[in-house]
């Protein structure tokens, strides 16, 4: 039996990707999509892209019919709006994979600090996955909530995190430079995002205060089971998509220094038998794994510190190829279908 697979927030760019995966998955069918404002259109109508590929009407989101439809929800609705939404579903007793930032942190004190709201689940926070399979499968495939990683924190925790939980590296010394293309930022408009605003120019944006941090630290704080901090510095980027992280750390031990192979080492035990995230040789770029779910990560040296180089597409790996990867685990499917 094909999952039955329902999408909230259908008119957004994350909805737009998963529609694009669940197209080309051999046991998904999407059943319901829903809309605030496209009640009623085509889905053709709002995405040209699936005209005579996909026949599916948008519908008014009502939580027990999309519940009574689908094995599964997509939430992909903004942070504050998506927890109140994921509570509706979870009681019509549905499975969800929500890729806002509402249950990804694991205290509502964190939560409200960085968010600037009240939390209208906090009963959740703490209690719910983290849905990085590559960590937490078993997990996932027991979970009625999975909360998607962030794209900038799936870039920064993949490559670290093994390093972290194997002692290579301080965990106090972290300097993390991302740059990441304009759909990182929604289909929402922005001044920022704006073509006049973003074309032919770079630009650092949330210096020290951006809503990813708290989420990087939380994870690594896992890992390395100490005080963890990063600096952390996201820039946006003139490309449709994608996410290239430069990362400095250092070696706990100073000696190892030129040892880059110990890192390759460490990734390849952590990794090698995974599917999505590669070590390799050269240096990564966002070219390399556009429209995939794979994750490119190398190491060089530069003075006392190693510099990690990552590679993600911020649609697929960072959002609704993570989110199908996690529905095939729930399901207890091949992680790679559809996204292979
Ligand atoms: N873009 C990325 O690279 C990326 C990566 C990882 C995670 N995420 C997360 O994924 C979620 C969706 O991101 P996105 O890029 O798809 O955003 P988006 O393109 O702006 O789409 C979000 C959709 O949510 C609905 N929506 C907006 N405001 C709402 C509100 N106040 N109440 C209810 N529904 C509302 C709208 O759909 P309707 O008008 O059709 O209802 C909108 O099209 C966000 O939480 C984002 O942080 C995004």
Same mark, same amino acid.
């Given at each position: 039996? /094909?999952?039955? &697979?329902?999408?909230? +927030?259908?008119?957004?760019?994350? =909805?737009?990707?998963? !529609?694009?995966? @669940? *197209?080309?998955?051999?046991?998904?069918?999407?059943?319901?999509?829903?809309?605030?404002?496209?009640?009623?259109?085509?889905?053709?109508?709002?995405?040209?892209?699936?005209?005579?590929?996909?026949?599916?009407?948008?519908?008014?989101?009502?939580?027990?019919?999309?519940?009574?439809?689908?094995?599964?929800?997509?939430?992909?609705?903004?942070?504050?709006?998506?927890?109140?939404?994921?509570?509706?579903?979870?009681?019509?007793?549905?499975?969800?994979?929500?890729?806002?930032?509402?249950?990804?942190?694991?205290?509502?004190?964190?939560?409200?600090?960085?968010?600037?709201?009240?939390?209208?689940?906090?009963?959740?926070?703490?209690?719910?996955?983290?849905?990085?399979?590559?960590?937490?499968?078993?997990?996932?495939?027991? /979970?009625?909530? &999975?909360?998607?990683? +962030?794209?900038?924190?799936?870039? =920064?925790?993949?490559? !670290?995190?093994? @390093? *972290?939980?194997?002692?290579?590296?301080?965990?106090?010394?972290?300097?993390?430079?991302?740059?990441?293309?304009?759909?990182?930022?929604?289909?929402?408009?922005?001044?920022?995002?704006?073509?006049?605003?973003?074309?032919?120019?770079?630009?650092?944006?949330?210096?020290?205060?951006?809503?990813?941090?708290?989420?990087?630290?939380?994870?690594?704080?896992?890992?390395?089971?100490?005080?963890?901090?990063?600096?952390?510095?996201?820039?946006?980027?003139?490309?449709?998509?994608?996410?290239?992280?430069?990362?400095?750390?250092?070696?706990?031990?100073?000696?190892?220094?030129?040892?880059?192979?110990?890192?390759?080492?460490?990734?390849?035990?952590?990794?090698?038998?995974?599917?999505?995230?590669?070590?390799?040789?050269?240096?990564?770029?966002?070219?390399?794994?556009?429209?995939?779910?794979?994750?490119?990560?190398?190491?060089?040296?530069?003075?006392?510190?190693?510099?990690?180089?990552?590679?993600?597409?911020?649609?697929?790996?960072?959002?609704?190829?993570?989110?199908?990867?996690?529905?095939?685990?729930?399901?207890?499917?091949?992680?790679?279908?559809?996204?292979?």
């Amino acid at each position: 039996m /094909a999952i039955r &697979v329902g999408i909230i +927030g259908a008119t957004g760019y994350t =909805a737009l990707e998963t !529609l694009l995966l @669940l *197209l080309r998955h051999p046991e998904a069918e999407v059943t319901v999509a829903t809309s605030r404002g496209e009640a009623g259109q085509p889905i053709a109508a709002v995405h040209p892209i699936l005209a005579g590929r996909m026949s599916l009407t948008v519908d008014e989101y009502d939580p027990a019919k999309v519940a009574a439809a689908c094995d599964v929800v997509m939430c992909c609705l903004p942070h504050g709006a998506s927890a109140e939404t994921v509570r509706q579903l979870i009681e019509a007793g549905v499975r969800v994979i929500d890729f806002s930032a509402d249950f990804r942190l694991s205290s509502v004190a964190e939560y409200s600090r960085h968010y600037g709201i009240d939390h209208p689940w906090p009963e959740r926070v703490g209690k719910t996955v983290y849905g990085l399979p590559e960590w937490y499968a078993d997990q996932i495939a027991a /979970a009625d909530l &999975v909360a998607n990683p +962030g794209c900038y924190p799936t870039s =920064a925790i993949l490559p !670290l995190g093994p @390093l *972290l939980a194997d002692g290579l590296i301080r965990p106090d010394d972290i300097i993390i430079d991302a740059k990441s293309g304009v759909s990182g930022a929604g289909r929402t408009p922005k001044l920022n995002t704006l073509y006049c605003e973003a074309a032919e120019s770079i630009a650092a944006y949330a210096v020290g205060n951006h809503r990813h941090q708290p989420e990087i630290v939380d994870l690594l704080r896992r890992f390395s089971g100490a005080t963890t901090d990063v600096v952390f510095t996201p820039h946006l980027v003139p490309m449709d998509r994608g996410i290239l992280s430069t990362i400095y750390v250092k070696p706990t031990d100073p000696a190892r220094i030129d040892e880059l192979e110990s890192v390759f080492h460490v990734w390849q035990q952590h990794y090698g038998n995974g599917h999505f995230v590669r070590a390799v040789q050269h240096l990564p770029a966002t070219k390399h794994v556009a429209h995939t779910n794979h994750v490119q990560m190398t190491v060089r040296r530069s003075g006392d510190r190693w510099v990690l180089i990552v590679a993600i597409d911020n649609l697929i790996k960072g959002a609704s190829g993570a989110a199908v990867q996690n529905m095939n685990v729930m399901f207890g499917r091949d992680p790679r279908l559809g996204l292979s």
